[in-house]
């Protein structure tokens, strides 16, 4: 391939990831934002209904917030990954390793506490 070729595409598909990186933020900040509202919704409707479902009140709105952030920091996590693969420096590398790490253990606490409370209820 020659490289009058080469460039041109380079410079494509560096413009498509990074718009794909903003687009996959987009989505996680939607879905983070709908999360929150539906969570906060959902809490005034149980305060006012006085509604027991859960064993523990509160804890199906917290749960459904907690696997929507879940969902939301891989979404982020995604789009992260997107904009470091094009050209990276061992600063964004390193940054990133640092926020991966960080949204991982996040996840990682968030699933534990889904777990446990799918196993009081069941």
């Known amino acids: 391939m020659s490289m009058a070729f080469v460039e041109p595409l380079s410079a494509w598909l560096q413009h498509a990831t990074v718009t794909m990186a903003l687009f996959t933020d987009a989505i996680a900040v939607a879905v983070i934002a709908a999360a929150v509202l539906g969570a906060l919704w959902r809490t005034v409707e149980r305060t006012w209904k006085r509604n027991a479902e859960a064993d523990r009140p509160g804890e199906g709105p917290r749960l459904?917030?907690?696997?929507?952030?879940?969902?939301?920091?891989?979404?982020?996590?995604?789009?992260?990954?997107?904009?470091?693969?094009?050209?990276?420096?061992?600063?964004?590398?390193?940054?990133?390793?640092?926020?991966?790490?960080?949204?991982?253990?996040?996840?990682?606490?968030?699933?534990?506490?889904?777990?446990?409370?799918?196993?009081?209820?069941?």
């Open 64 to 122: 459904r917030l907690a696997r929507s952030l879940a969902l939301g920091l891989e979404f982020l996590l995604a789009a992260d990954v997107m904009r470091t693969a094009v050209a990276p420096t061992w600063t964004e590398i390193g940054q990133l390793a640092a926020v991966a790490t960080l949204r991982t253990a996040l996840n990682f606490f968030i699933q534990r506490e889904i777990d446990a409370a799918e196993r009081r209820k069941g």
